[in-house]
């Protein structure tokens, strides 16, 4: 099956700074992304969906300016969180979306990376 | 948007009996409804999906339904063993692909 990657697996940085996560589609390529944020004990929410070559688009009540996506190549997405705060301490998920057409309305499966605990202190 | 409830928010069970969990969604034109299994500090597992045109389906002790009409949809596990306890959530997609999640069960079988 597919297989999505990230990294790194977690990190703990200090308040005001940024920090880096990457997620990888080992062995397909992924025009599209999803990252999601999920607190302990509580559901995955969708923060924003990363598309191949064009800006990322954000959820309601998501900061494009703090939460900053790229993706620049059909494996790779990149979330920094900017300015980090203990606040943005989360455990943080990316997926990627099976390959496919978009006609037709048909929704695809996604597969979801190993996610990355976030710390700040 | 969408918005998904689940219930109940936990739920334990005598191992090999039933567990159902439920879920509604707000979005008539959401047409995909996954579910999974997540334990602690890992990812999503997908155990079962559906799609809009389809008002059952079944993969072993795991069955899930559909009613489109109320809007509804449920996760039934039979036969439950100790390894089935974990965090379940169900999920529904439609425009853009985009997942919506509910809020998750924490299913407890006890041996």
């Known amino acids: 099956g597919a297989v999505v990657s990230q990294h790194p697996s977690w990190v703990i940085c200090k308040s005001g700074t940024s920090v880096k996560i990457e997620c990888r589609s080992l062995?397909?390529?992924?025009?599209?992304m999803f990252w999601y944020r999920q607190f302990p004990k509580q559901s995955l929410m969708l923060m924003a969906t990363?598309?191949?070559?064009?800006?990322?688009?954000?959820e309601q009540g998501v900061e494009k300016d703090k939460f900053l996506i790229n993706h620049a190549s059909l494996t790779l997405s990149t979330l920094t969180v900017t300015s980090a705060h203990p606040e943005d301490s989360s455990f943080y998920i990316c997926?990627?979306?099976?390959?496919?057409?978009?006609?037709?309305?048909?929704?695809?499966?996604?597969?979801f990376g190993p996610g990355t605990r976030l710390t700040v202190t | 948007g969408e918005n998904v409830e689940q219930h109940p928010s936990t739920l334990s069970v005598q191992e090999g009996d039933s567990a159902v969990i439920k879920c509604t969604y707000s979005?008539?034109?959401?047409?995909?409804f996954p579910w999974y299994k997540q334990e602690l500090g890992k990812r999503p597992q997908l155990i079962i999906d559906?799609?809009?045109?389809?008002g059952e389906k079944k993969d072993q002790r795991i069955a899930v339904t559909l009613n489109k009409t109320a809007k509804h949809f449920s996760l039934h596990i039979t036969e439950t063993q100790p390894e089935d306890s974990a965090v379940y959530f169900c999920?529904?997609?439609?425009?853009?692909?985009?997942?919506?999640f509910g809020s998750g069960t924490k299913l407890n079988v006890k041996p």
């Open positions: 979005d008539s034109a959401s047409n995909y």
């Open positions: 559906i799609r809009s045109n389809v």
């Open positions: 997926s990627a979306r099976e390959p496919g057409g978009t006609s037709g309305g048909k929704v695809y499966e996604q597969y």
């Open positions: 990363s598309n191949e070559g064009s800006k990322a688009t954000y």
């Open positions: 062995d397909f390529q992924a025009t599209t």
């Open positions: 999920a529904a997609s439609g425009y853009f692909n985009k997942f919506y």
